[in-house]
């Protein structure tokens, strides 16, 4: 049915499908794309296609932030001021690259932490590359804030000058204790029963195996300490 639309009425969808949360530029859109249901960006520009409750909603993080948090992260960059992100190719498979501005590349990590959605979803969100580009580019970032920042999850004093603070804003919101620092919760996740030492992994509670996981979250929003069991 597109293909009987007039030339200049065409267009015209096609901008309209292609605009953005925020205020992207029409010209960032191509039209082989768009044949294939595809919102693909050609110009992919922070700035114009997030606006600050776009950024809030999608990646917890207000806009004015995340140029402070890209720096502080350290992605690595080739000459051209990119970050390539390959696969890793199994047997009969074939080696994949793609490059990413650094932005991107965490638009896409915190997409994908704060928003429970498909890969597939991601797509008209994040500027139209495929899924599987995504998908590399998610577990790219992760790996990389691993490897650097893991001493810092499990260095729960990090956290011991904003204690005061913290019991403060907590009192001062309603509760009675003057000393609560942040909120604790768990959940128990299912999984297989194991071969070995099934007693250390099963729920007399529950009735079955997995593991509980524990985490105390701050007033800040974040989870300051995670232990699992």
Known sequence: ASML????????ALLARCAPVGERSPVHCSLGSWQKGINRVVIWSFDNMFSEHACWEYFRFRKEDMPGLLNELGFPTNAAGMVRVMNQPGHGQRAVSYSFQPIELLCTFLWRMAYPGTWDRSIGTLGGRSATAY??????????????FARCINDINRWAGNCADWAAAIHAAGAPAPRCIGFIDGTFRPCCR???????VYSGYYKGHGLKFQSVTG?????????AC
């Open 5 to 12: 639309v007039e030339p200049s009425r065409r267009h015209a």
């Open 135 to 148: 998908k590399y580019a998610f577990y790219y970032a992760l790996n990389h804030i691993y490897d650097n």
């Open 194 to 200: 194991p071969i070995r030492d099934q007693r250390q």
């Open 219 to 227: 007033p800040n929003g974040l989870i300051i300490d995670l232990f």
